[in-house]
């Protein structure tokens, strides 16, 4: 039995964030992506070729058997692989920041593949807590769902007010933000704890949110003085930023 052009329309229109938020879904695709997320959201949809349901068995939801053409024409990848599936959105009550965690916050990151990058490289890193002012993209469009590789299945984003949630923080609370004027992140003292503040590609941190930065750091470029490029990209910057707090903590 074909897919039902209402089922391809549909997939489509997941596209919308405002029809993602209306339905509390969004969508996956590949069976990396697809398998890493089935252990962490109930799907409420697949659309699969036959191999795939051969591997993995028929979920308990709606389950729609394609052919690699109905797949093609569903998809929103130039080239699918197997499987789409569309997931329940989880729920989007704030965790509060707990003293001894180490977190992100993203301040207007508007690139979803810088963003799905990020979610990733927190991943490996080990930050399972991202939090996101509400001009960073939506952590579940399907390119970003894509970039991330799986590993929104392990990162929880929250999307809120980083002013607010800054300046409810502890006094003396480490907030560390990557600024052009901050201290040589290589030198500068880590703490084990903290939130630390990545920018918007363009203009870095706003300054209504970089006044609550107390550890200012620079990623600084060698030799120091030569003429560079303006800045690294925010994804590249987070890597760097991550790892040498993991390599001293």
């Not at 053409?69 to 692989?81: G, V």
């Not at 301040?107 to 979803?112: C, I, L, R, S, T």
């Not at 979610?119 to 509400?134: E, H, L």
């Amino acid at each position: 039995m074909a897919i039902s052009k209402a089922r391809i329309k549909y997939v489509h229109a997941l596209e919308q964030k405002k029809i993602r938020n209306a339905e509390g879904v969004f969508v996956a695709e590949g069976p990396k992506v697809v398998g890493d997320l089935l252990v962490a959201f109930r799907p409420v949809l697949i659309i699969a070729t036959s191999e795939w349901f051969a591997r993995n068995g028929r979920l308990d939801c709606e389950c729609v058997v394609v052919t690699d053409e109905e797949l093609r024409r569903t998809s929103l990848l130039q080239h699918p692989q197997e499987v789409i599936a569309v997931f329940e959105k989880p729920s989007e009550a704030l965790v509060p920041i707990e003293e001894g965690q180490l977190v992100l916050a993203l301040d207007g990151v508007q690139d979803p593949g810088n963003l799905g990058t990020i979610i990733r490289i927190a991943d490996w890193f080990g930050f399972t807590d991202i939090y996101c002012s509400k001009s960073t993209a939506d952590g579940f469009s399907p390119k970003v769902v894509q970039a991330a590789m799986g590993s929104t299945a392990r990162v929880r984003l929250h999307y809120t007010d980083l002013n607010t949630l800054l300046a409810g923080l502890p006094e003396g609370f480490p907030v560390y933000g990557t600024l052009l004027d901050g201290r040589s992140i290589y030198t500068e003292p880590l703490e084990h704890q903290g939130v630390i503040i990545m920018g918007n590609e363009g203009n870095g941190i706003s300054a209504e949110v970089r006044r609550h930065v107390n550890h200012p750091l620079l990623i600084p470029n060698y030799p120091l003085g030569r003429p560079t490029a303006d800045s690294l990209n925010v994804a590249v910057a987070t890597a760097i930023t991550c790892a040498e707090f993991r390599r001293r903590l």
